[in-house]
Each structure stands twice: as C-alpha cells, then as structure tokens.
C-alpha cells in the first residue's frame, strides 16, 4: 500500500487518509527539536503499517530540518526503539 502523507505545518500532523479514516501523527516544536505528542490510526485503519509510516515521514523531515526529536507518544517510542537507525535523533 503507497500512502500519500501530508505535512499539515498549521496543525502540526502528518496526516493520511485510508479509505476515508484519517490517521494522524502529532507534534510540537520547541527550541529546534520536534516532540512528538500522538500518533492515532483508528481501528479500521489499523494492520497496514500506516502508524509506521506516519513516524518514519515524521523523523525523516526532523531529520532533514537537524532536529533533535522526543518521542513523547509510546508509539513513537516503542518505534524509534526498534530502528536504530533513528538512534541519532532522539532527544
């Protein structure tokens, strides 16, 4: 499945809709770094890898920006955990 994530910059998400269920990742911005509060795919949209792929566009655009990140959600957390090819970017 190609997901097609949009960075919402106003609302501060990456969003991506799954046959119309919004899945969404959260975050604030503070001091260079970004913290990333919540991470929500709904139960219909679950099973697909889409919270996955909403934390990895998340640190790829941290990482693009030299952003230090604090995965503040456990999802995010747990993730980060497992690819430690992320390591560098946690705060």
């Given at each position: 499945?190609?997901?097609?994530?949009?960075?919402?910059?106003?609302?501060?998400?990456?969003?991506v809709e799954v046959e119309g269920t919004l899945c969404v990742l959260d975050y604030t911005l503070a001091e260079g770094g970004m913290?990333?509060?919540?991470?929500?795919v709904p139960p219909e949209a679950g099973g697909r890898g889409v919270a996955g792929e909403l934390v990895r566009t998340a640190l790829d655009y941290a990482r693009a920006k030299g952003w230090k990140v604090a995965p503040l959600c456990s999802y995010a957390d747990a993730w980060m955990t497992r690819h430690p090819e992320y390591a560098d970017l946690r705060a």
């Open positions: 499945m190609t997901l097609d994530i949009q960075h919402n910059r106003a609302a501060q998400r990456f969003e913290a990333i509060t919540h991470t929500l």
